[in-house]
């Protein structure tokens, strides 16, 4: 029987590729190994985020090489999408297939076992509109099943690749999208992340139909017990939307949705598209539609030009605005953004400053968002065993409101609905009561 390995860089969206892709070789018959495992194939999912991204994806495939050396090593994801070349450039890899035609990967693997010639199948990704379906019946290892919507991004941020390395925005076929999530019920899951690269614009490629559209026909899915969106604009929840997280049943307590910066002229150098008011503004209208709403963001510290003043502004308005939890990430240069050519870089103890003030404010954040819940009941769908306690009885999982609640149970409650009381809040942890299962 053949094997292959992945190795998987960057973003959901990436993994749920990889599981895709994984879905093709094991309909053909391969075997899935280890990657640190000698294998017939070898195939990284690369990411090109960061400059050190595209380092980091140099240092696995070599890793590949070196394993074994008669493998055909198979590249693909944004950082293959965006520099074909120089991956052709390392001597033992056999395709690069970037972010489309990756349907096509099977056949391209043949025809290289056959003449052992390299295959670059890298195209121009802009002028792709048509979302490529993959499917992806069952996850190795989760919980969660991630449901991908979409793929590209419109936005052009100046600090971002993304839309040179997957292209412009395509929603998926809604009837396919419905017809995965009921696969995905009979395969088990009750949760359902809906993922992509700009998940929030679903639908700016289709007639008459969006997100709010989709996720009042995800409501109607039997057996499906939870909805969560991976990340969504403050743009992008507009009436219709808060309608829809006000009314479902399914809708998770909790949305992701990036701010980057809390100041207006930063923002306005990132061409981020909303001003810090309408932001704030937002999260006040979508905590009415949905009391109780975990808001997670990102920020990006540093970026070029930002003041200590701006930089204030932007801590006085996350602590303001009472974020569940906050990804903080120092700029980093990206090559071939007009961010990476901006005068006034900020210096890098300043930005590391930065950080840590804003990881603990995040901390603070965290810790009275979660203390609103002590003695409540949380529905928690375990994730298994807690990591390094084997054994020890103790399962771990997100509530709805994507709190993690460590509890005492049995470790067959895997992917089943638990009713969780709440007995202690913590920063990355909560530590919980097992009441009863569903």
Request: overall charge negative; hydrophobic content about 35%; aromatic content about 8%.
């Amino acid at each position: 029987m053949p094997s292959i390995a992945f190795y998987t860089l960057g973003c959901k969206v990436n993994f749920y590729d990889t599981e895709a892709i994984w879905q093709l070789f094991k309909d053909e018959g391969y075997e899935q190994v280890d990657y640190e495992q000698t294998a017939d194939v070898y195939l990284i999912n690369t990411c090109t985020v960061t400059n050190t991204g595209d380092k980091k994806s140099r240092q696995i495939i070599r890793r590949a090489v070196r394993r074994n050396p008669n493998a055909i090593i198979a590249v693909t994801g944004c950082y293959a999408q965006t520099s074909p070349a120089e991956i052709m450039d390392i001597p033992g890899v056999d395709l690069v297939i970037g972010t489309q035609d990756r349907d096509k990967i099977i056949p391209f693997v043949k025809e290289i076992q056959e003449s052992r010639e390299p295959i670059n199948a890298v195209h121009n990704i802009m002028k792709n509109r048509v979302f490529e379906e993959m499917d992806v019946p069952d996850f190795t290892d989760r919980t969660r099943a991630f449901l991908k919507i979409q793929d590209g991004c419109n936005n052009f941020c100046t600090f971002c690749i993304i839309p040179w390395s997957r292209g412009l925005s395509r929603s998926r076929d809604p009837q396919n999208i419905i017809k995965q999530a009921h696969q995905l019920v009979e395969a088990g899951y009750k949760e359902m992340v809906l993922t992509g690269i700009h998940t929030g614009g679903y639908g700016d490629d289709l007639e008459q139909y969006d997100l709010s559209d989709l996720l009042m026909d995800l409501d109607k899915v039997d057996g499906l017990e939870r909805i969560r969106i991976s990340s969504i604009e403050a743009s992008q929840i507009d009436d219709k939307m808060l309608d829809v997280l006000n009314r479902s049943t399914k809708m998770c307590r909790h949305l992701h949705i990036p701010l980057q910066a809390g100041d207006d002229e930063v923002l306005k150098r990132m061409r981020r598209k909303y001003t810090t008011e309408q932001f704030y503004n937002k999260m006040g209208l979508i905590r009415q539609a949905m009391p109780d709403v975990g808001i997670t963001t990102d920020i990006i510290v540093g970026f070029p030009g930002e003041s200590h003043e701006m930089f204030r502004n932007g801590y006085d308005l996350m602590k303001a605005i009472q974020f569940s939890e906050m990804h903080v990430f120092p700029y980093s240069k990206r090559t071939g953004t007009p961010a990476a050519r901006m005068e006034d870089q900020v210096d890098e103890e300043i930005k590391n400053a930065r950080v840590h003030d804003l990881i603990d404010l995040s901390e603070q954040m965290q810790l009275i968002y979660a203390n609103q819940f002590v003695g409540q009941v949380l529905e928690v769908i375990p994730e298994g065993a807690r990591k390094g306690s084997e054994g020890s009885g103790k399962l771990q999982g997100f509530s709805d409101n994507y709190l993690q609640v460590i509890f005492d149970g049995p470790e067959d409650l895997h992917r089943k609905i638990c009713r969780v009381e709440m007995v202690e809040a913590g920063v990355n942890e909560c530590k919980g009561k097992l009441i009863s299962v569903s």
